[in-house]
């Protein structure tokens, strides 16, 4: 093989750019760099390499490679799979963002180059002489070169590798032959040994091939390819069949309706304000070359129509993961939480989605806690009422329970929920009548007013001509809550020139809840935390519109907002997905955090999307940096709800 051509070494402009997005404060690969270059140049390593032949990859970057290498503790393997997913290596290797690497073979064989010509110790002299010259280090003495140590400590590296492998291979022929004794004769060390610590750059793949722990590792590995495969599902083929089908793309083109989308979806989930200049860019990151005003044009009826579509198609993929431990929610076969919330649009929307107050769109959205699950999620006129939407009536099995706020409250609806065997908790609805077991009305406030406790409960018969049986729980609200509460309902009359009776004004002072668990399954004090777990959806609409800016943006144009809206709400659901892996649906675990990774990788996700393999991989990075993290602080002061629930249930 021959010396590479001379090439100028400089790290390319969108490489830098996504760099400098994704660590602001630098990074010590990106100081590296800006402080030493490359450190090599391609003709120090002339006498390795013959005249003629064909040119070889570019030593300097295989001995930075090297370098890296050895500075993390990498194999071979992972540290090609880090030239090929880390924009940290590509920066100092001086890589554009679409390079794919090289097989992890050329290092060996690089090595091998080295210690053929006697040129071990050239790396190290080199590194050594720079830092002389930068005053890092001092002259003390003779310096002593160690790169046989270096080359021995990876080839250890490699054969343990190597050894892990081959008895990973034999575990799993094993278990597949024989699984019964496989079961019998093996402990929860084999797997830690021989399972996704002994590969780490396939270490979900190593979690598959476990057959006997095949509980948890298989179910999330089940996970990673569900979603990797409803991703180019909805992103790929099934997007560019839909795109002719609808009349977006009518003839061949550069810009697919694969492309179109990927394109939208990923700029818009790594940035909710991205800009026309940004979503041409993330157009090129899958492949696609256009302008910002090409991209402009395309942003019509027909597209909005074709996203609506890919939009329906990814809420058709429900995805879920295995339920978190938590000693509340836990009882239940399910947790499924309703709600909705309202995005107002331009008036010139008005034949799309209608309104109350000019077009408005109602996103409904049913989420079940246990498994994180958006088990559906509706598309609604903002003026079509909650108990009108297909989430009223949406089925709860047997044993779940069903968390709603007042707009889905309706007697009819919780008597169906009572018949078929599905727990429901709610808040009261003022002025709705309540008697006692022998029929007669009970008067609420003179009941709280009489009771000194701070939880009150007592079974009730609710409603005046259809009777749900259900049991009133009642909880005193701090003095502090109870202020909040009044200024509320003053701007309430004030908006709606109403005055509020002063049983209205008494009530303030308690939450006050309804449900058919009895107290076997949860007392009145877990009752009032379950009704605080069902913020959690609340907290999910919070997240649309601040990481995705579902309900902002940067046009005029009608039509564009339309198309913006059904993408980034596509955004919001593969985001989702992607938060499962990390197991962001328990309770203690903040959904704001996880994004913050999620929008990191969003461009690297698009780019891998076609390359099955590395997305499950990517998938798999982004899961184990979620599930690391990301975990709410517990407070004294203001305890968040998860360890409210561990100090009841302890």
């Given at each position: 093989m021959s010396l590479p051509s001379r090439i100028e070494y400089r790290v390319p402009e969108e490489t830098a750019r996504v760099a400098w997005e994704i660590f602001p404060e630098g990074h010590l690969y990106m100081q590296w760099y800006e402080t030493f270059g490359t450190l090599f140049e391609d003709r120090d390593f002339a006498a390795l390499f013959s005249a003629e032949g064909q040119p070889a990859l570019s030593p300097m970057r295989v001995c930075l490679v090297l370098l890296l290498q050895f500075a993390e503790g990498l194999s071979d393997r992972?540290?090609?799979?880090?030239?090929?997913?880390?924009?940290?290596w590509k920066y100092l290797l001086c890589l554009e963002l679409t390079d794919t690497g090289f097989h992890y073979s050329v290092l060996s064989e690089f090595r091998g180059r080295l210690v053929k010509n006697g040129a071990e110790g050239q790396i190290f002299n080199r590194v050594l002489e720079l830092c002389r010259a930068k005053g890092l280090i001092r002259k003390r003495g003779l310096q002593r070169s160690d790169s046989t140590e270096v080359v021995a400590a990876i080839r250890t590296l490699n054969r343990l590798e190597l050894v892990g492998e081959t008895l990973r291979a034999a575990l799993n022929a094993l278990a597949v032959a024989a699984p019964e004794w496989t079961r019998e004769h093996t402990t929860s060390e084999w797997v830690d040994r021989y399972g996704?610590?002994?590969?780490?750059?396939?270490?979900?793949?190593?979690?598959?091939?476990?057959?006997?722990?095949?509980?948890?590792?298989?179910?999330?590995?089940?996970?990673?390819?569900?979603?990797?495969?409803?991703m180019q599902v909805v992103l790929g083929e099934w997007a560019d069949e839909k795109a002719c089908?609808?009349?977006?793309?009518q003839r061949q083109r550069k810009v697919s309706g694969s492309s179109f989308v990927q394109s939208l979806v990923f700029g818009w989930l790594a940035n909710g304000a991205s800009?026309?200049?940004?979503?041409?860019?993330?157009?090129?990151?899958?492949?696609?070359?256009?302008?910002?005003?090409?991209?402009?044009?395309?942003?019509?009826?027909?597209?909005?129509?074709?996203?609506?579509?890919?939009?329906?198609?990814?809420?058709e993929q429900v995805i879920g993961t295995q339920t978190p431990p938590d000693p509340l929610l836990e009882r239940f076969a399910g947790v499924y939480v309703i709600d909705t919330t309202i995005?107002?649009?331009?008036?010139?929307?008005?034949?799309?989605?209608?309104?109350?107050?000019?077009?408005?769109?109602?996103?409904?959205?049913?989420?079940?806690?246990?498994?994180?699950?958006?088990?559906?999620?509706?598309?609604?006129?903002?003026?079509?009422?909650?108990?009108?939407?297909?989430?009223?009536?949406l089925p709860v099995p047997p044993g779940a329970v069903r968390l709603a706020d007042l707009g889905f409250f309706k007697l009819s609806e919780l008597q169906r929920l009572s018949d078929e065997q599905a727990g429901w908790v709610t808040r009261y609805k003022g002025k709705t009548q309540l008697y006692d077991g022998e029929g007669q009305a009970i008067d609420l406030l003179q009941v709280l007013l009489a009771t000194g406790d701070e939880i009150v409960e007592f079974?009730?018969?609710?409603?005046?001509?259809?009777?749900?049986?259900?049991?009133?729980?009642?909880?005193?609200?701090?003095?502090?809550?109870?202020?909040?509460?009044?200024e509320q309902l003053s701007r309430w009359e004030s908006r709606k020139q109403k005055t509020a009776s002063p049983e209205r004004w008494a009530l303030l002072a308690w939450s006050i809840y309804l449900t058919n668990l009895d107290a076997t399954r949860a007392s009145g004090a877990e009752i009032m935390l379950m009704a605080r777990v069902r913020w959690q959806i609340e907290l999910l609409f919070k997240l649309w519109k601040s990481t995705v800016d579902i309900d902002d943006w940067r046009t005029q144009n009608p039509t564009r907002i339309l198309c913006e809206l059904y993408t980034k709400l596509i955004a919001c659901i593969i985001q989702h997905w992607l938060l499962l892996v990390g197991g962001i649906h328990a309770l203690d675990k903040s959904m704001t955090q996880a994004t913050i990774p999620i929008q990191h990788y969003a461009w690297t996700l698009a780019y891998s999307l076609m390359r099955h393999d590395l997305l499950i991989d990517l998938i798999t990075h982004i899961g184990r940096i979620l599930g690391?993290?990301?975990?709410?602080?517990?407070?004294?002061?203001?305890?968040?709800?998860?360890?409210?629930?561990?100090?009841?249930c302890a």
């Open positions: 992972q540290a090609a799979e880090a030239v090929r997913t880390r924009i940290d996704p610590h002994s590969c780490q750059v396939k270490e979900m793949r190593c979690y598959a091939y476990m057959i006997f722990d095949n509980t948890k590792a298989e179910h999330l590995m089940s996970m990673v390819n569900q979603i990797a495969k409803a089908d609808i009349g977006f793309v800009r026309m200049e940004e979503l041409s860019q993330s157009s090129s990151n899958v492949g696609v070359s256009i302008s910002r005003q090409g991209l402009h044009q395309r942003f019509t009826p027909e597209a909005a129509q074709f996203l609506k579509a890919v939009l329906c198609k990814s809420i995005i107002s649009l331009p008036d010139a929307l008005l034949e799309y989605w209608g309104g109350c107050n000019g077009s408005e769109i109602k996103i409904g959205v049913c989420w079940e806690l246990l498994s994180g699950a958006l088990v559906a999620v509706e598309l609604l006129d903002g003026r079509v009422h909650d108990q009108h939407s297909g989430l009223q009536t079974p009730v018969e609710v409603g005046t001509t259809q009777r749900v049986r259900a049991r009133l729980v009642a909880q005193r609200v701090p003095e502090e809550q109870v202020q909040q509460r009044r690391d993290t990301c975990h709410i602080s517990t407070s004294r002061s203001s305890m968040p709800t998860y360890q409210r629930i561990q100090h009841l």
